[in-house]
């Protein structure tokens, strides 16, 4: 009883430990934050601490809505990316690191003497843009690209001068990688600088431009894509005050150059701001008085209606963390579990009164027939399966999204190796709490909440008793082996119809079989 009190009080924590924020809120004087996204995540990125060290914190919005913090003091941060499961950030160093679930992992830069400075998710590949510095030979856009497990680079044949190339962003579009920035511009008076809107894309093969906009941008401008559309989120310009509203302009390929779809109504941002999409709908994330805070933009439907921008939601609120109702769930479960093998272990110290149990002979004890195992195992991996679901639903959401299916598919049939990764290491953990949970249930109670329902139970060949630590072991973990193939139970079926005993593997070496409870009725037929 003590154990199981242990276990359902370890796992409560690290469940809410996961609710956590980054421990280190302090981040850098210098504000900015950036918005990456696909079909299943949003991520949003500002300056923070992690460990002391400067770095960034993130957050990620999964296919359900739920939000997970993080953070890394990995140093500068030049670029961002949504890329599967993960965030992916370029340093100015030119290495990478993947932030998302599990261990993050920084890797060697792709390119030799380059800077990213954007990068964007194409499927299953990634694209990342930058400036090539080899000592002794002009600065050169460069165009990296992983794809198939493996990075490859080539130089970008455009005229572009790095100094006059402003806040570049990197978007997948139609078929076509854009690479859209803006670049200092006299105004006509010449009595301010303007900035214009340029950008040049990669298609079938070749760079194309650059092009130059008619549209007049007073920030940053920030790209996001939702198939065939590609749209951009700026400031106008305000004659010599600066900057005005923030509009939204959409890339036409008709005459191939954007236009201005109309001001963003609603409480637009006033300090800087990024957009992003995840699936179908685009989202502001910005700076506001109490840190970053994101809200979803209602693209326009109709005739002279203008996008409009939602409520923000600070990020740093604990509405904004996993409190969603899978985490509730998730929770319920492990408190369920719990509780059913406090109830057994209960129920059977009531029944001995203090004292051990009698315990039948060798020749008392009835075999449990196939039927009755097969389904108390059928319920007892149902039950760890509802108590692994929510789990996996935070920890890989990509995994368990409906909405990711065809995506999914693609990758199976693609043999990805990313996904028989975190295959196996779900199979992994799942079996480890079914072994886990059996072995606690069938040590303490004698049964587990399958066995429980079907009136069997485990004993030990030798005496009839109850199983002690290490047959209450080996029969569980060698589960592994009589479970194949898959979780099928052949090898085990075929131990228990050609054996002497009706045995599967796990119980011959354990000395182990189980029965039929004394008190349950044969199910007719039997």
Request: charged residues 20%; proline residues 8%.
């Amino acid at each position: 009883m003590r154990c199981a009190l242990a276990i359902f009080g370890l796992v409560l924590a690290l469940a809410l430990g996961g609710c956590l924020p980054p421990s280190d809120s302090g981040g850098s004087t210098r504000q900015w934050i950036v918005a990456a996204g696909n079909l299943n995540n949003l991520n949003v990125a500002a300056p923070g601490r992690a460990h002391g060290t400067e770095g960034f914190q993130y957050w990620q919005r999964d296919a359900r809505g739920m939000w997970h913090a993080g953070g890394a003091g990995q140093g500068e941060a030049a670029a961002f990316a949504a890329w599967r499961e993960y965030l992916v950030v370029f340093f100015a160093s030119g290495r990478y690191g993947l932030f998302g679930p599990g261990t993050p992992v920084v890797r060697e830069s792709p390119v030799p003497s380059w800077t990213p400075v954007a990068a964007c998710e194409d499927g299953l590949a990634l694209d990342a843009f930058g400036w090539n510095a080899i000592p002794g030979e002009p600065v050169q856009p460069v165009h990296a690209r992983f794809e198939d497990e493996k990075w490859s680079w080539r130089r970008a044949e455009l005229a572009m001068e790095r100094d006059k190339v402003l806040d570049p962003s990197l978007v997948r579009s139609g078929g076509r990688l854009f690479v859209v920035w803006r670049e200092e511009m006299p105004t006509l008076a010449e009595k301010a600088a303007g900035y214009g809107l340029e950008f040049a894309y990669f298609d079938k093969g070749r760079w194309m431009g650059p092009f130059k906009s008619r549209l007049r941008v007073a920030s940053a401008p920030h790209v996001a894509a939702d198939g065939g559309v590609l749209v951009c989120l700026y400031r106008k310009p305000a004659g010599d005050s600066g900057a005005g509203p923030w509009a939204l302009a959409v890339y036409a390929t008709a005459d191939e150059d954007w236009h201005e779809s109309g001001e963003v109504a609603g409480a637009a941002p006033a300090g800087p701001a990024a957009l992003g999409r995840q699936g179908d709908r685009f989202f502001v994330a910005a700076i506001g008085e109490g840190g970053p805070e994101v809200a979803p933009l209602d693209m326009p439907t109709g005739p002279g209606q203008a996008p409009r921008l939602g409520d923000f939601v600070p990020l740093a609120s604990p509405e904004a963390r996993r409190q969603a109702p899978e985490s509730l769930a998730f929770l319920a479960a492990v408190a369920l579990t719990a509780l059913v093998l406090l109830a057994l272990s209960w129920q059977r110290a009531r029944s001995g009164a203090g004292a051990p149990a009698a315990s039948p002979g060798p020749a008392a004890l009835v075999p449990a027939s196939v039927g009755r195992r097969g389904v108390a195992v059928a319920v007892d991996y149902l039950l760890v399966l509802l108590v692994l679901g929510p789990l996996i639903q935070m920890l890989r959401p990509d995994l368990l999204a409906a909405a990711d299916l065809p995506d999914l598919i693609d990758r199976i049939d693609q043999g990805d190796p990313q996904l028989l990764e975190d295959m196996l290491i779900v199979h992994g953990i799942y079996m480890a709490m079914i072994i886990a949970y059996a072995a606690l249930a069938e040590r303490y109670a004698g049964r587990t909440l399958g066995k429980h329902l079907l009136g069997i139970e485990v004993r030990s060949v030798e005496g009839g008793g109850p199983i002690t630590w290490r047959q209450a072991a080996v029969r569980n973990v060698l589960r592994v082996a009589d479970q194949l193939p898959g979780v099928f139970y052949v090898v085990g079926l075929i131990s228990i119809i050609i054996g002497p005993k009706p045995q599967r593997l796990g119980d011959r070496l354990a000395g182990t079989m189980v029965v039929m409870r004394p008190s349950a009725a044969p199910l007719s037929g039997e």
